[in-house]
């Protein structure tokens, strides 16, 4: 696979952009302070974003900021200052949807390389050029392309216009993500920051006449959530994304936790440099918490690997962050994530390895006693689990 492939890694906060950097991202994509299109939880401070670019800059990496949601007048009004802001502080790129969001970048910050996100729908050769024309540096392209589509998108645009396609996680049941469900049932729209996710509720069918019956909706004996998608998974065909002209590899989930970043982000930097088996790293994509696995639109019809019944399953738990090397006497220091105890087999998150187990020989609190288990969340631990292992190293529990 081509070097200049690009693996780009979602952040929510600090702990995920060190996370992402740690497991091998070439870039990350945050959300500043206005028009993010995530919760606000997902909303870097100014102080915090200032520091993401610090870190992020200093491991020679790239940070995009994400300015995408559907502007209405009164956002108009700020993107232009706004836009000034992100160039002074060297954010490498803003990604936008809106096409007067655009204007307004390049109007007031004429050098700050512009992303076209997904919002923006773009699925023909016509829209890229024009975006091209317009400024842009980059189209992530619609979720609804298959690899021939991009191919082809790819073959009628202009070199230097690159494209930039998800390849893990979280899909909506809409053009792109564009949808007006959440508006309709709540009133906070997702084009807006503010989803509900109501595609994730379970719905029954309802005859007019007799609203005292419901009926689950099912497909050959198993229920189905109608409208809630199959997570996306490309790990085993990024090698035909490649060669449809494909430059940079997204991942979805900027309101995941580290633990997730972490581990979709080793999976595919090891899948994209060939250091372990595919099948390995498949495997290890099913010990975050995820939807059924798909492979999306890329070849057409999606292809889903069985039912959806709209549940989230995962085949381990998040147990703890390495904080410090493993010192000299052996000890590791661990924040705790979830519960373990003394004789538990732990497998390591390293980008360093994979699948290495190693057992919990010793727990020692911070008063300096041997305990039996870590049972307080965020406490942290001296444990001794006969290996060395670096900061930043994850360890997870299997269920």
Known sequence: MKKEIELLSPAGDLECIDAALYFGADAVYVGGRIMQLRAASAAMTDEALNEAVRRVHEKGRKIYVTVNCFA???????????????????????????????????????????????????????????????????????????????AELRARTPKELELEAFVHGAMCMAYSGRC?????????SGNKGECAQPCRWQYSLVEKKRPEQSFDIEEEGEYTAILSSHDLCAIEFLDKLTEAGVSSFKIEGRMKTPYYVATVTDSYRKA????????????QLDCISHRPYSSGFYFGEMKKNHYNDGEYRRTCDFAGVVLEDTNSEGLTLVEQRNY?????????????????????????DSE????????????????????ELKKGDILRRRL
Do not use: W
């Open 72 to 150: 209405d007048n009164g956002d108009i009004d700020l993107v232009g200052a706004y836009a000034k802001e992100l160039y002074d502080i060297n954010v490498d790129a803003v990604i936008v949807s809106d096409i007067g969001v655009l204007a307004e970048v390049k109007k007031h910050a004429p050098d700050l390389e512009v992303h076209i996100s997904t919002q923006a729908n773009c699925q023909n050769f016509m829209a890229a050029r024009v975006y091209y024309d317009l400024g842009a540096k980059r189209i992530v392209l619609a979720r609804e392309l298959s690899i021939e589509d991009i």
């Open 180 to 188: 007006i469900i959440s508006s309709f049932l709540t009133g906070r």
């Open 272 to 283: 994209i440099d060939r250091t372990y088996p595919i099948n390995e790293l498949r495997e």
């Open 340 to 364: 373990f105890k003394k004789g538990d087999t732990l497998e390591l998150l390293s980008p360093h390895s994979l699948n290495v187990k190693l057992n919990v020989n010793e727990i020692i």
């Open 368 to 387: 300096g006693t041997s305990r039996e288990t870590a049972h307080l969340v965020k406490e942290r631990v001296l444990v001794n689990l006969g290996a």
